[in-house]
């Protein structure tokens, strides 16, 4: 059998927990016995704890009794996320633990917001890591060390695994199991749990591009603003330095300094965020929310949603169109 530890703490989000339990517990329908995954809950003391949608847990086993190095090391070792995490200072049992157990166990790894927990514990360093899209960029602040991708679902670098958001657990989780049992048992679970065995594209489907300067007022935020005003306009970085009162030399430096993307890429994202909201609010054609987004042509736009959404057009507005209630 193969042991799997989830790590949980007060105001942990209980789907991150739940899925990757009802993924290997479904595994096990598929499994021969001595293959089953047993999965135990662990936290800083036994008391039930609530997590961030009021839902009671209770943990199976605490931090400190399984810290002793001559009981048997867990197969997996995950720590889950929760809303507060990544503006939470590090908690000291739980990074004690993560340390303990990534040293011991075969996988260790995170789910969600779980990444910050691993990054108090010293364990991103040098690896390649993510986490919720909506934390991505802090996660990468917090802990320059790691080497944060902010669109996958999943990662693996060697024995540490990460995940997106929340769902993304159920993802990262799947395809454990498919590392451990084969492709067909991960899609036969997925089939049950009535999921993608494997998403297309990555968690930018789901996110925002576009992020303000910290000064509203600055010549970057005004670039920002006659970009987004004039979104069919053809844009040079000459003529947006002129827009920000700069050489063209020094707008394309302090651009990327304020903003981390350069000029080209984020007319390319505001042009993608444009389209996005055409896609999801209505019925255009695909030419005319080219045009109307200033990629000019279909075959451009479509070029532009496979590159930085693994996704089409057509298949963004099935999955994200708001239909009008009858």
Not at 210 to 238: E, G, Y
């Amino acid at each position: 059998m193969k042991s799997v530890a989830i790590a949980i703490f007060p105001g942990v989000q209980a789907l991150d927990v739940a899925g990757p339990i009802d993924v290997l517990s479904e595994a096990n329908g598929f499994l021969a016995p001595g293959d089953h995954y047993v999965v135990t809950l662990l936290a800083a003391s036994l008391s039930a704890l609530r997590a961030s949608n009021g839902m009671t847990l209770v943990p199976d086993a605490t931090f400190e009794a399984t810290q002793d190095e001559r009981a048997r090391p867990f197969d997996l070792a995950l720590v889950a996320g929760g809303p507060a995490l990544p503006d939470a200072p590090p908690d000291p049992l739980l990074t004690e633990w993560l340390r303990g157990v990534a040293s011991r166990c075969e996988r260790y790894g995170s789910i969600c917001t779980g990444a910050f927990a691993l990054g108090h514990a010293g364990l991103l360093n040098e690896r390649r890591v993510t986490t919720h899209w909506q934390h991505a960029q802090q996660l990468a602040d917090r802990f320059p060390r790691a080497r944060v991708d902010f669109d996958s679902i999943y990662l693996r670098d060697e024995r540490l695994m990460t995940s997106a958001g929340v769902t993304a657990g159920i993802d990262l989780s799947l395809a454990l199991v498919a590392e451990d049992h084969g492709a067909r048992t991960a899609l036969a679970v997925a089939k049950r749990l009535v999921v993608f065995a494997q998403r297309q594209g990555g968690q930018s489907q789901f996110s925002p591009y576009l992020t303000a300067p910290a000064d509203d007022a600055s010549p970057i935020a005004k670039v920002q603003a006659h970009v987004m005003a004039n979104i069919r306009d053809k844009f040079t970085v000459r003529q947006l330095a002129g827009v920000a009162g700069m050489s063209a030399r020094n707008f394309a430096r302090v651009f990327v300094q304020e903003t981390n993307v350069t000029p080209h890429a984020f007319v390319e994202r505001a042009r993608l965020d444009a389209a996005r909201q055409m896609l999801e609010s209505g019925d255009a054609p695909l030419k005319v929310v080219a045009w109307e987004s200033g990629f000019g042509i279909a075959d451009r736009m479509r070029a532009v949603f496979a590159k930085r959404l693994g996704v089409t057009p057509l298949q963004y507005r099935e999955r994200f169109r708001c239909k009008p209630s009858s």
